[in-house]
């Protein structure tokens, strides 16, 4: 079946631009996560969504981020006034249901280059 | 800040060798995770360890966990050049009820042929 799918694959903007990631989960998975890993680094969680609210936020770095998911299915992670150090790979996952006890299936990512 | 660290950074063999990773951790946790990244994109789950658990297997990848050093290291046996990829440890942390994974920064793992 269709795994979890993230659009645009690359993302170049310049900075101070608005930039929208879209990912689209596998299909029934109620939770999703969205990830951001910098090159070198493991992923750094960003922000969980269990259905179609946020269930934990305590990972997106300030209020320039924000991520919708208003059908509880696709979200979009959103970046206002992109700076030089939000370049990094913008991964998004799934699971089945919420809880760490369930495998989280991952997307290739979208890699966001803010020059 | 990343709760697990893996050791070694780097690793490279040759085909058919074993390939032993660490990871550590600082906190108490319930279940312990491996991932799998090939070209920096898409992580791969490998294998989910919980904290009453102290050995599992899953072809030939073979977990441990040990909460008493709070750390886990993950075997891959006669290693062949697909296994080339960077492996990441990755711990659940609980807080007020809300759960994320937190994962170290990674073994890159070189096999050759």
């Known amino acids: 079946g269709a795994g979890v799918s993230q659009t645009p694959s690359n993302k170049v903007t310049e900075k101070g631009k608005y930039v929208e990631l879209r990912c689209d989960p596998i299909s029934g998975h109620t939770a999703l996560y969205w990830y951001r890993q910098s090159l070198g680094q493991g992923p750094e969680f960003l922000i969980y969504f269990q259905g179609t609210g946020a269930a934990d936020d305590s990972g997106l770095p300030n209020d320039r981020f924000f991520a919708v998911r208003p059908e509880g299915s696709v979200s979009t992670l959103k970046i206002q006034r992109t700076e030089r150090g939000d370049s990094a790979v913008y991964l998004c996952?799934?699971?089945?249901?919420?809880?760490?006890?369930?495998?989280?299936?991952f997307g290739p990512g979208t890699r966001l280059t803010v020059t | 800040s990343q709760q697990g660290e893996e050791d070694p950074q780097a690793l490279s063999i040759q085909e058919g060798e074993n390939a032993t990773m660490n990871c550590s951790y600082k906190?108490?946790?319930?279940?312990l995770q491996w991932y799998r990244q090939n070209s920096g994109r898409g992580l791969v789950h490998l294998i989910l360890?919980?904290?009453?658990?102290r050995e599992k297997h899953s072809g030939r990848l073979r977990v441990t966990l040990d909460t008493s050093k709070k750390s886990s290291s993950l075997l891959i046996t006669a290693s062949r050049a697909a296994d080339t990829a960077s492996y990441f440890c990755?711990?659940?942390?609980?807080?007020?009820?809300?759960?994320?994974?937190?994962f170290g920064q990674g073994t890159r793992l070189t096999i050759n042929p």
């Open positions: 996952a799934s699971s089945l249901f919420g809880g760490l006890s369930y495998e989280q299936y």
């Open positions: 360890i919980r904290s009453n658990e």
């Open positions: 906190t108490s946790i319930n279940n």
């Open positions: 990755a711990t659940d942390a609980r807080r007020q009820g809300a759960q994320k994974l937190v």
